[in-house]
Nanobody, 123 residues
Framework: QAQLVESGGGLVQPGGSLRLSCAAS????????MDWYRQAPGKERELVAA???????TYAISVKGRFTISRDNAKNTVSLQMNSLNPEDTAVYYC?????????????????WGQGTQVTISS
């Protein structure tokens, strides 16, 4: 029942910025990790940035210093601020969440993915 809804993808020129947002909704007890992944043609899907419920962050080496991940636990949202974009950042970006739900008094852990949003950096 839980789902992730993404927004913010699009076309931007090199050196520009974009902000991706992802909102979780549905039957959710808690959200552990909220991450951003990306996959470019001919490449493996890679973890771009991750953030835990207490705010601990992890970044891919290729985006350190340029991207910032943040989350709002009250709103169940995660964002990715992307600055100084270059053509190598072109990819489909996916939101991911590891969450817990409650059924019949028991907690269950599972993962959900957003639909993916295209980010294209081109002049």
């Amino acid at each position: 029942q839980a789902q992730l809804v993404e927004s913010g993808g699009g076309l931007v020129q090199p050196g520009g910025s974009l902000r991706l947002s992802c909102a979780a909704s549905g039957s959710i007890f808690s959200i552990n990790a909220m991450d951003w992944y990306r996959q470019a043609p001919g490449k493996e899907r890679e973890l771009v940035a991750a953030i835990t419920s207490d705010g601990t962050t992890t970044y891919a080496i290729s985006v350190k210093g340029r991207f910032t991940i943040s989350r709002d636990n009250a709103k169940n949202t995660v964002s990715l601020q992307m600055n100084s974009l270059n053509p190598e950042d072109t990819a489909v970006y996916y939101c991911y969440a590891n969450l817990e739900t409650v059924l019949a008094g028991r907690k269950y852990e599972y993962n959900i993915w957003g639909q993916g949003t295209q980010v294209t950096i081109s002049s």
